[in-house]
């Protein structure tokens, strides 16, 4: 079977799938309609959205594009969306919008601090008081806080800073699950280290110092020319 992207590429740009039928291959069919088999076995009232064969297709067809705009490119994706369907616990299919949600992993799903928690964690971090001395939770924090910047996280309305923050926190999410690297955290900085001067060291020096000019030859005062 074809993965999905190869699918995506081949679709063409047109408004039905009756139109499309004759440039999809065998395998964009099967991965299309199992996957609208799968939405009407575990949402009864599918009929709702899609009355008829010719909303069936428009709604293949629709899906398809939508997928390819949101980067759900894999059938791992699908099937993750397609299990979270079958918890919704609906009898009503959901919009392509949010199912393309339901493929994507929760922060919880993935070890990692929710929206709301990283937000206020990249906020407090990013201010310049705490320059070296932030305590990041993990490396998709601290990712997504420096694509958005720390300038902007400290300068923007509260509700701006939260949009432009978690637009890139969901493309953070998207790079852990497609194992794209992420931006490490910095190294922790060092314990502050002993302060070599102390007295006695001081006192020490002064007094090797001192040894040292007295050990010096004293010279003969020059007598003056008369």
């Known amino acids: 079977m074809q993965s999905v992207a190869n699918i995506m590429r081949q679709l063409p740009n047109v408004a039905t799938a009756e139109a499309a039928v004759p440039k999809i291959d065998a395998g964009t069919v099967q991965v299309i309609?199992?996957?609208?088999?799968?939405?009407?076995?575990?949402?009864?009232?599918?009929?709702?959205?899609?009355?008829d064969q010719e909303a069936i297709g428009a709604a293949k067809a629709t899906w398809t594009k939508a997928f390819m705009a949101e980067n759900i490119t894999k059938i791992e994706q699908i099937r993750f969306g397609i299990e979270q369907?079958?918890?919704?616990?609906?009898?009503?299919?959901?919009?392509?919008?949010?199912?393309?949600?339901l493929c994507q992993p929760t922060p919880e799903m993935l070890g990692i601090p929710p929206l709301e928690k990283a937000f206020r964690e990249a906020c407090r971090n990013a201010h310049p008081m705490m320059a070296g001395k932030g305590k990041w939770s993990h490396n998709a924090v601290w990712h997504a806080a420096k694509e958005c910047g720390f300038e902007p996280l400290n300068r923007l309305e509260t509700s701006l800073a939260l949009k432009l923050f978690e637009r890139n926190y969901v493309i953070t999410i998207r790079r852990m699950v497609e194992g794209l690297p992420l931006q490490a955290m910095p190294l922790a900085l060092p314990a502050k280290a002993e302060a070599r001067r102390t007295p006695e060291i001081g006192n020490k020096?002064?007094?090797?110092?001192?040894?040292?000019?007295?050990?010096?030859p004293s010279e003969e005062p020059t007598q003056g020319c008369c």
């Open 33 to 51: 309609n199992a996957l609208f088999r799968e939405l009407m076995a575990i949402f009864p009232a599918w009929k709702q959205a899609w009355p």
């Open 85 to 101: 369907c079958r918890k919704l616990g609906s009898d009503f299919a959901p919009s392509v919008g949010k199912f393309i949600k």
């Open 205 to 216: 020096a002064l007094a090797e110092l001192r040894a040292r000019r007295a050990a010096l």
